[in-house]
């Protein structure tokens, strides 16, 4: 179960990663809206993707 909820972190963290960098980039999702909040989905979704690779890594 662990390895799961690693997983789907991960999952959940790339999703974030294309669509934040997609509508910094083009705007194509969210309409460019902020870029402020572009950014800081970024950070987070990069922050979160480490915390899920290190957590995955430990789990095997």
Do not use: C, H, N
């Amino acid at each position: 179960m662990p390895k799961a909820l690693a997983i789907s972190g991960l999952v959940v963290a790339v999703l974030l990663l294309l669509i934040s960098g997609m509508d910094l980039a083009v705007g194509v999702p969210l309409g460019g809206v902020s870029k402020a909040m572009d950014i800081t989905f970024l950070i987070a979704a990069a922050i979160m993707a480490y915390v899920g690779w290190m957590t995955f890594r430990e789990q095997a």
